[in-house]
């Protein structure tokens, strides 16, 4: 994956290519279906990813939250499900 060179947005981050942004999607997509082991998750599913970060999740008891995902930067074994999940903050 690579930046665009010598573009900056006006926060002065790197931009995307199209084709980070294809590869980020694709790599959030792959969470829909999987079951969360994090601690205090066990056995939530995810169920759809909704936008960014943000994913709706079932808990074992059937209830359903929204929750949201940072990747986290070591990944044990490319489990994606192991850590980074809290539950969805609405910001006024």
Request: hydrophobic share 35%; aromatic share 8%; charged share 25%.
């Given at each position: 994956?690579?930046?665009?060179?010598?573009r900056?947005?006006?926060?002065?981050?790197?931009?995307?290519?199209?084709?980070?942004?294809?590869?980020?999607?694709?790599?959030?997509?792959?969470?829909?279906?999987?079951?969360?082991?994090?601690?205090?998750?066990?056995?939530?599913?995810?169920?759809?990813?909704?936008r960014?970060?943000?994913?709706?999740?079932?808990?074992p008891?059937?209830?359903?939250?929204?929750?949201?995902?940072?990747?986290?930067?070591?990944?044990?074994n490319?489990?994606?499900?192991?850590?980074?999940?809290?539950?969805?903050?609405?910001?006024?």
């Amino acid at each position: 994956m690579g930046y665009k060179k010598n573009r900056t947005s006006s926060r002065g981050r790197q931009r995307l290519t199209a084709e980070d942004r294809a590869q980020f999607a694709r790599e959030r997509q792959t969470l829909v279906g999987k079951l969360i082991s994090q601690s205090g998750w066990e056995g939530a599913l995810v169920i759809e990813h909704i936008r960014g970060s943000q994913y709706l999740i079932r808990l074992p008891d059937g209830q359903e939250v929204f929750a949201s995902h940072k990747k986290p930067k070591v990944l044990a074994n490319g489990a994606l499900t192991q850590g980074g999940w809290q539950l969805w903050e609405e910001r006024y």
